[in-house]
C-alpha cells in the first residue's frame, strides 16, 4: 500500500561529520549574504519547487496517504511561504535597527554612537514534522525563516515521508546553490539518532521541531544540557479547546456542531491545531446533530501505522473514562493498521477536573471530547484548569462579547492565538501570524514556527560602538542605503543618521 | 570593618509559600495594567530611590567597600533606567503590534483579521549580582525591564549586601504599591536554596540572572528541567578581548597602556566588562609604561572576602603558567582578606592556545593578561580561539578600518557589543545598548539585560484572530487609541487599521 522505504535509515556517521563540517563553513557567508540576495534564493527555491509539485506529490501522497489536492494546496502554502520571507528580507524590519546618537551630556557618564541590528545566529538544525510533508517538512516555515536569516539548515527528515523529503532536498539544494548561495548550507540528514548527534554538535547554534510533546520536550533538555547549551524552539502538543456560548448555541447550535466536526476530522485529525475540547452548555440538545455528523466522516488513512495504533490507543482510553459517554464512534475496518475512524466522546467538567491525565491529554487524531458546562462559572473553571495550548476559540453572539471577557482573559495567559467565531485548523502564513503558545504547546511562548516572525528564533543582537564607517554594516550606515525604518534616538525614520 | 549581617540568610519556607502566592495572585492585575500606570510607578519608584540616595549609599559603602561618588553614580544610573523603561512604556513600540487585515482572496486559503501584540510573561524571579548593588541589584535593569513589561517581580537578594537590598525593597514596595500597583507584585527574598526553590517554582515564568558562569548555568539547567519549562536569562562571565593595531600603537601606545590599566583595574576589577585580554603587536615597548600605571593602582577593598580570595587564587593560577611572566604585581596588605591588588602578565598566542583553560578563564578582579601577537594572522587566529564575550574592543588609527574587517567579522560572531576606540567597561543605559553575547556571556544570545529592548525578555506574543472590538485590547483597536506605531498590511502607520 505504501512505498515508505527504510524509515529508520541514520545517516552514515562520516557523511554527518562532512554534512556539518560543511555547513559551519558556509555560515559566515550566509550570513554575510546580502537580505536582496537571499530573497531571491529563496524565490528560486520556491519556483522550482512548484515546477515539480506533480512530482511531489505523487511521492508525498504515495508515503503520506493525504489527499491530492490537500497536497496541492500545501506546497502552495509552502512556497507562498518561501516567498513571504523573501519580501521579509527585501522589507528589512527584522534587522530591528536602533541607533542613539553620542551624547557627551549624558548622565552619569558620556554616552557613544551606538548601532544596534540583528545577525544569524548560526547553523540551525530542522526537525521535520509528520502530518505536513511539505509545509512543515524540509522546505517548510523554519528551514525557510532560518535560511532567510542567514543561518545555515541542517534538516532532520522525519522517518514518515523519506522519499519525499529526499527529493525535496534535491530540489531546495539544487536551487539554493544555482542561486548563489553557498554550498553546504542546507543539507539533509535522516535518523533519530543522528538529529540526536545534531542537536549535541558543538557546531549546531540552535534548534527547531514540530511534533510530538515527547519529543520535543527530550531535544530540548538535550539542547539546554550541551556544555554550550542552545535555544530549541518546539512546537508540540496542543488541546485547542472552543468554547461556545449560550448566545451562540441558541442562534446557530447546528452549524458549530457540524463545523467541529468538520475541525476535528480534517485530515484525519491530524493537525496540531486540531479542537481537542469543545465546551457547551449542559443541555445542549446537539447529541443527534453531533453524532450523525461524526458518523458521516469515513475512516481514512491516517499519516502511518504507528500514528494510527497510536491515535486507537488514545481512542480506547477516553472511551473508558468513567463518567464519560460517546456520542458517535466510527470503527474503522479492523484489517487496515492505518485507517483512523472518528471518536466523540462527552462528559461534564466535574469528570473533567477528575481525570485529567486522560481527558487533557492531546489524542492525535479524529478524536475530540465534549464538555458540557453549567453556567458562565464553570466555562471560567474549565478555562483556568487548562495548560499552554496554540489555540483557543470562543464561539459567541456579538452582544455577548463584553460579558466574555474574564473567559477571553483566562484564554489569553494559555493559548497564543485567540479565535473568534471560527476553528483552529487552517493556519494562516502571514505578518502578524503567531502559531506558539506557552508550554506544553511550546518550549518558547515568546516565538513563532508560522508567519514572518519566525525569523526571529534564528537571530541574535549585535551592538556596534562608535565603529568607523568602514567597518559598519549596510543596514547601520549614516546614509541608510538599504531604506529601512530605523528607530533613531527614540524615533522611528528612514531618514539618514 | 563591614555590618555583612547573616549573609546565609534564607527566608522562612512558610513566608516565601506566601510570598509566591501573593506574586502569583497580582499576575493578571499586572498584565493587565495600563502602560501608563506603569510608567508613572516606576517614576514614583525612582524618586523615592533619589530621595534616600544617602542613607541607601552609607549601606551600600558599608556593605561592599564601593567608593561614594561610585555608588552616588549608581544610584543615577538606576533611577535613570527606571525611567528609561517609563518613557519606552509610554512610546508603546515593545508591544510590537502586526495586523493583517482579512484578504477573502488570499490563496490557499481566505486570510482572517489577525492583530498580535506582546503580553506579560508572568511572575519573574530575579536574581541580583554581588557588584552592582543597585543598577544590577533590587531595583535594577532586570526588576525595571520586567516590572514594564507587566510581569510581577521576586527578587532574590545578593549576600553581598542584605541591609542595602532590604531597605531597597522596602522603598520599592512602598512607592511601587502606593502609585497603585498590585500588593505583592514586587517581593525580595533571601538564601541560595531559596532562590532554587523559586526557580523550581511552578508559578514562576521566567528567571533573569546576573553573576558567575557556574551559577547561572546551574540555574538555567534546574529552569530547563522543570516539569514545565521556563526560560532563564542569565548574564555571566566574559573576557572582553581587546586588540591593539600597530597603527594605534605607534600613534598612541603610552595613552592605550594607561587606558587600559583604568579599565580593568576600575572597581577593583569587579565589572563584567572588564577588559581581561589585550592583543598587541609583538615587540610592543609597553612593558614600562604597563608596568607603571600598575604600580600606582593602590589595593582596594574587594566586595567580599571570598571574591577576594578567588580573585588572589586565579592571580596565582594566572601567574604560575609556564611561558607566562609578570609585567606588574602589586600585593595587597597579607594582613586583609577583603583587599585586591593588580596583576598584569604577559604571553604570546602559542603560550595561550596551550593553555587555554588557565588563560581563556574570567578571573574576576583587578587582573589582566597582555598577548603578544605576531602579524595580523596571529591576531585572526586569537580571535578565533574566543569564546563567547560581552564585548570585543578594537584600538585602531581609522586608515586601518577597512583592512580590519576579518578580524571584526571575528569578533562579531563571539561578542555582543563591538567598541572602537574605547573601552568596555561602562555600560550605557540607551535605546540601542545590547549587553549580552554567546554563551559562556550569557545563557540567550538574542536578549540583553541592559537597555530599552531588555523588556523582551519578560514578553511573549499573542495573536488575536476575527476579534471583536469590545474584547480587543487598546492597543489593537481599530482607531489606535495609544497612538502606536503599528505594522498593518506590511506597513508601519500610526493611522486607524
Redesign the interface.
Known amino acids: 500500500m505504501t512505498t515508505i522505504a527504510d524509515p529508520s535509515a541514520e545517516t552514515d556517521p562520516t557523511a554527518l561529520h562532512a554534512i556539518i563540517d560543511a555547513l559551519a563553513a558556509s555560515a ?1 557567508r550566509m ?2 549574504s546580502a537580505p536582496r540576495d537571499r530573497a531571491r534564493a529563496l524565490r528560486a527555491v520556491a519556483e522550482a519547487l512548484d515546477a515539480s509539485v506533480d512530482e511531489l506529490i505523487t511521492l508525498a501522497h504515495d508515503e503520506t496517504g493525504l489527499h491530492l489536492p490537500r497536497l496541492t ?2 506546497v ?2 509552502t512556497t ?1 511561504q518561501l516567498r513571504l520571507f523573501a ?1 521579509e528580507l527585501e ?1 528589512g ?1 527584522w534587522l530591528d535597527v ?3 546618537t553620542p551624547d557627551p551630556h ?4 558620556p ?2 554612537d ?3 541590528m540583528q ?1 544569524a ?2 547553523p540551525v538544525v530542522v526537525f521535520a514534522a509528520s502530518n505536513f510533508p511539505f509545509a512543515f517538512s524540509v522546505a517548510g516555515g523554519d528551514t525557510a525563516s532560518a535560511l532567510a536569516a542567514g543561518s545555515p539548515v541542517v534538516l532532520k527528515a522525519h522517518p514518515g515521508h523519506p522519499a519525499t523529503s529526499r527529493r525535496t532536498a534535491e530540489i531546495v539544494t539544487e536551487a539554493w546553490e544555482a542561486a548563489g548561495m553557498p554550498a553546504g548550507s542546507f543539507a539533509l540528514v535522516e535518523g533519530e539518532q543522528t538529529g540526536v548527534a545534531v542537536v549535541r554538535h558543538p557546531s549546531i547554534a540552535a534548534g527547531a521541531f514540530t511534533g510530538s510533546e515527547r519529543g520535543g ?1 527530550a531535544l ?2 538535550i539542547a ?2 550541551r556544555e ?2 542552545i ?1 530549541f524552539y518546539a512546537e508540540m502538543g496542543s488541546l485547542n479547546p472552543v468554547f461556545v456560548t449560550p448566545g451562540a448555541l441558541a442562534a446557530r447550535g447546528d452549524a458549530i456542531a457540524d463545523g467541529y466536526v468538520g475541525s476535528f476530522t480534517l485530515g484525519v485529525g491530524q493537525f496540531c491545531t486540531k479542537p481537542g475540547l469543545l465546551f457547551v452548555p449542559r443541555g445542549h440538545g446537539l447529541d443527534e446533530r453531533l453524532a450523525a455528523a461524526v458518523r458521516d466522516v469515513a475512516p481514512a488513512r491516517m499519516l502511518g501505522s504507528r500514528i494510527a495504533s497510536a491515535s486507537r490507543q488514545g481512542q480506547a482510553a477516553l472511551a473508558n473514562v468513567p463518567g464519560s459517554r460517546t456520542i458517535a464512534a466510527v470503527a474503522p475496518d479492523a484489517d487496515s493498521g492505518l485507517l483512523g475512524g472518528a471518536l466523540l466522546v462527552a462528559t461534564d467538567l466535574e469528570t473533567l477536573l477528575e481525570h485529567r491525565d486522560a481527558l487533557l491529554s492531546e489524542c492525535f487524531g479524529p478524536t475530540s471530547v465534549v464538555i458540557e458546562y453549567d453556567g458562565f462559572e464553570e466555562a471560567l473553571e474549565a478555562a483556568a484548569a487548562l495548560s499552554g495550548t496554540l489555540t483557543a476559540t470562543i464561539h459567541a453572539e ?1 452582544h455577548e ?2 460579558a ?2 474574564p473567559l ?2 483566562l484564554l ?2 494559555r ?8 476553528w483552529p485548523t ?1 493556519v ?1 502564513v ?5 502559531h ?1 503558545g ?3 504547546a511550546t ?6 514556527s508560522v508567519g ?2 519566525a525569523i ?1 528564533r534564528f ?10 564607517a ?2 559598519l554594516p549596510a543596514a547601520l550606515q549614516d546614509s541608510n542605503p538599504l531604506g529601512l ?1 530605523r ?1 533613531i ?2 524615533e ?1 525614520t528612514r531618514r539618514p543618521a
Open positions: 559566515p550570513a554575510d494546496g500545501e502552495a502554502r507562498g519580501s522589507d524590519s536602533i541607533i542613539d549624558a548622565q552619569p557618564m554616552r557613544p551606538l548601532r544596534r545577525v545566529v548560526g520536550t530540548a533538555r539546554a544540557d554550550v547549551p535555544p456579538d462579547a463584553a466574555l471577557a477571553a482573559r489569553r495567559d493559548a497564543g492565538r485567540l479565535v473568534w467565531n471560527g487552517g494562516a502571514s505578518r502578524a501570524m503567531h506558539g506557552p508550554f506544553p518550549t518558547h511562548a515568546a516565538h513563532t514572518a516572525t526571529r537571530l541574535r543582537s549585535v551592538v556596534y560602538q562608535d565603529y568607523p568602514a567597518l525604518l528607530r534616538d527614540g522611528f
